[in-house]
């Protein structure tokens, strides 16, 4: 079983590295924003209390979140492993986390901290273009991911655009809430000695050999 969580600044990449994990390991990608965006969609008490929640940029309540990831994870393509995403956000949420696991008789698995530099958090951000039609990420500002023909997406020739919060005002204010929030579940997990602390400030290909490996490896234990 492949339990895996991520735990990463704005544009460290850990988006990019939760597809190859599930690519490759045929595991589900469990997206909190995905699942809340879906339930928006539902002509339902809930529905319409996510869809005005999330309309007005305002936070859904943590004990609706917690009713949804546990629902989700009692779904049939979890029972060999899934990568959760985008949550836990903060000390309390992760407990809360801790909890449903054990109630699902599930483990807590691996947990991936993606370390950059502020710095290189910043080329990357500013640099990041996202196709229109298929989500394809490019970076012009690296060699190795920047699109072959400017404005057009290699994957299927889409429009690539860049998104109105990838800037560096925008980053600061996101990169400061992770500090001050994310970043003490850190310790969180240490304790538990299931975090693996990776060095993202290298290519997307080394980061994820270095994360299969652990993963490989845990699995002979």
């Given amino acids: 079983m492949k339990n895996i969580m991520f735990i990463a600044p704005p544009a460290a990449g850990k988006g990019t590295q939760a597809e190859m994990i599930s690519d490759k390991y045929d595991i589900p990608r469990i997206s909190i924003g995905d699942i809340l965006r879906d339930i928006s969609k539902e002509d339902s008490e809930l529905g319409n209390y996510v869809l005005e929640t999330l309309t007005n940029g305002q936070l859904v ?101 860049q998104r109105s919060d990838d800037n560096i005002e925008a980053f600061q204010t996101r990169y400061k809430t992770y500090l001050e929030k994310t970043e003490p579940i850190v310790k969180h997990y240490q304790k538990k000695g299931v975090l693996y602390q990776i060095d993202g400030n290298r290519s997307i290909d080394l980061v994820f050999h270095d994360i299969d490996s652990i993963i490989k490896g845990s699995e002979k234990k």
Avoid: T, W
């Fill in 61 to 161: 309540k943590d004990e609706i979140v917690y009713r949804l990831i546990e629902k989700r994870l009692q779904k049939n393509d979890c029972q060999q492993g899934f990568i959760i995403d985008g949550f836990p956000r903060n000390v309390d949420q992760a407990i809360q986390y801790d909890k449903i696991l054990s109630k699902l008789h599930q483990k807590v698995g691996l947990v991936f901290l993606l370390k950059m530099d502020e710095k290189a958090l910043i080329k990357r951000i500013i640099g990041r273009r996202i196709c229109e039609d298929c989500n394809a990420v490019f970076n012009i500002n690296e060699s190795d991911r920047a699109p072959q023909m400017e404005s057009i997406c290699d994957c299927c020739g889409g429009h690539i655009y």
